[in-house]
């Protein structure tokens, strides 16, 4: 894995989203895994600001989302569908019917996780992962224990996860118990990973993925055996390791 410490959290989106554009432009038919929570949300304002001053162009890149609530529909404010069109997708030229992320309001769980893979792998795979990391070094809503060969499935979320996730919704009893996420098999096949990691509540965690064992007790420390994963942490994220 290959460090990259930036400053501060605005100069790490603007090196995450660097890299980004460099792949759109080296191959403008590039696959983009995309994660929300607060992590990327400068990453995005980055490619915003560049789509509108350098006019590049997201007419023939295909996204696919990490991962979505499952119970509530695509247009409910906090369905991650909403976070992508409000972050990004509204302001970029990209085809909506080239944004994909899993239905949570489907009424077969099964065969969408199933069909979430199927399309992944019809689009040849995903070229660009962007991830987070939760404290307890989840990936997508892959929570401790999630076993490493897991594909797309549906999870029952951590408390923890559902409290820290509480923050978007008026109470925790509103956030739902259960999501969609891509498994982390399926992130482990995309052909290059950036993990974007910000603030001090987040460098013991950096410490863990840098420093601990593979075990599926963290799940993140699975990237320690990806070939191209580069983690772009900032100064806080780095006091530990530092
Ligand atoms: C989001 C996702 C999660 C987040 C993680 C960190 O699509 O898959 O794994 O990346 O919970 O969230 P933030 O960035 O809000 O700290």
Redesign the pocket.
């Known amino acids: 894995m290959k460090i990259i410490q930036t400053k501060d959290y605005s100069h790490l989106s603007r090196v995450a989203a660097e890299k980004i554009i460099h792949l759109i432009k080296q191959k403008p038919n590039a696959v983009l895994g995309l994660?929300?929570?607060?992590?990327?949300k400068g990453v995005y304002e980055q490619l915003v600001l560049d789509h509108k001053q350098n006019q590049t162009t997201y007419q023939h890149i295909r996204t696919v989302?990490?991962?979505e609530y499952v119970g509530i529909s695509a247009d409910h404010p906090n369905s991650?569908h909403s976070f992508m069109r409000k972050n990004l997708f509204q302001y970029i030229d990209i085809h909506p019917n080239h944004t994909h992320i899993p239905n949570g309001k489907t009424d077969n769980l099964d065969k969408e996780c199933l069909e979430y893979d199927q399309l992944i792998h019809k689009l040849s795979g995903i070229d660009l992962q962007l991830?987070?990391?939760?404290h307890n070094g989840?990936?997508?809503?892959n929570e401790p224990h999630t076993s490493f060969s897991s594909q797309t499935h549906v999870v029952q979320l951590a408390q923890s996860?559902r409290e820290?996730n509480s923050r978007f919704f008026s109470s925790i009893e509103d956030v739902p118990s259960q999501a969609i996420?891509m498994g982390i098999q399926t992130i482990m096949n995309s052909k290059q990973i950036l993990l974007l990691v910000s603030g001090k509540s987040k460098a013991k965690t950096l410490e863990r993925l840098v420093n601990g064992f593979v075990t599926e007790a963290f799940p993140a420390s699975i990237l320690q055996q990806h070939p191209n994963v580069t983690i772009i942490a900032d100064e806080d994220a780095m006091s530990i390791l530092n």
């Open positions: 994660a929300t929570g607060s992590t990327p989302n990490l991962d991650y991830l987070g990391i939760g989840h990936i997508g809503f996860t820290a996420t």
